[in-house]
């Protein structure tokens, strides 16, 4: 199956600094990847579609300022938390899309942010 | 109504028995239904794709599907504890992939 990697796994951060995560497609080409937040015993909430070469599109209520979504090659797109605050720890997790059609995502591992 | 909506559990199912996961969903026109499976602390793993009305096995799972009554499910046959997890039922909508909360399993060893 496809591979998706993240990094990093785990990160902890003071309030008020930015946050980046890589997302990356191992062994295809993703035009589309996708990101998703997790709370504890809470399902996957989608924050963002990353469309390589384009603007991201937002979920509503996801605040596209605070969360910057870079989607520069077939194989990468990177959030950043800005200016983190405590709430904003949870579990990121990205999906990818095969870029040769089918809706099927393959998720990476997962990044667990802590803000303290 | 919920887009998606799957029996939070936890569902308890005996060693070697059959779990059976069920899932509802609210739009019609939706086309692609999967199941994940969530360890905990872990990221969700694809099990299962289906397309089409019926039923698709692959290995000791098995999905079904029905459009007319907006219904998919999982069966789970000669359950193992290593499928202790939460199962995820998602949808596409749109060019997006919507999750149900998940269904927790449980197997007694």
């Known amino acids: 199956g496809a591979v998706v990697s993240q990094h990093p796994s785990w990160v902890i951060c003071k309030s008020g600094t930015s946050v980046k995560i890589e997302c990356r497609s191992l062994?295809?080409?993703?035009?589309?990847m996708f990101w998703y937040r997790q709370f504890p015993k809470q399902s996957l909430m989608l924050m963002a579609t990353?469309?390589?070469?384009?603007?991201?599109?937002?979920e509503q209520g996801v605040e596209k300022d605070k969360f910057l979504i870079n989607h520069a090659s077939l194989t990468l797109s990177t959030l950043t938390v800005t200016s983190a605050h405590p709430e904003d720890s949870s579990f990121y997790i990205c999906?990818?899309?095969?870029?040769?059609?089918?809706?099927?995502?393959?998720f990476g591992p997962g990044t667990r942010l802590t803000v303290l | 109504q919920k887009e998606v909506e799957q029996n939070s559990g936890p569902l308890s199912v005996p060693e070697g028995a059959i779990a059976s996961l069920n899932c509802t969903y609210s739009?019609?026109?939706?086309?692609?239904f999967f199941w994940y499976r969530q360890y905990s602390g872990k990221s969700p793993e694809l099990i299962m794709s289906?397309?089409?009305?019926g039923d698709k096995e692959d290995g000791r799972f098995t999905a079904q599907l029905n459009k007319a009554s907006q219904y998919v499910s999982l069966l789970i046959r000669d359950s193992q504890p290593s499928d202790s997890a939460t199962y995820l039922c998602?949808?596409?909508?749109?060019?997006?992939?919507?999750f149900g909360k998940g269904t927790r399993l449980h197997i007694l060893p």
């Open positions: 739009d019609r026109v939706s086309q692609s």
């Open positions: 062994d295809f080409q993703a035009t589309t």
């Open positions: 990353s469309n390589e070469g384009s603007k991201a599109t937002y």
């Open positions: 999906s990818a899309e095969l870029a040769v059609a089918t809706d099927t995502q393959y």
């Open positions: 289906i397309y089409s009305n």
């Open positions: 998602a949808v596409n909508r749109d060019d997006k992939i919507i």
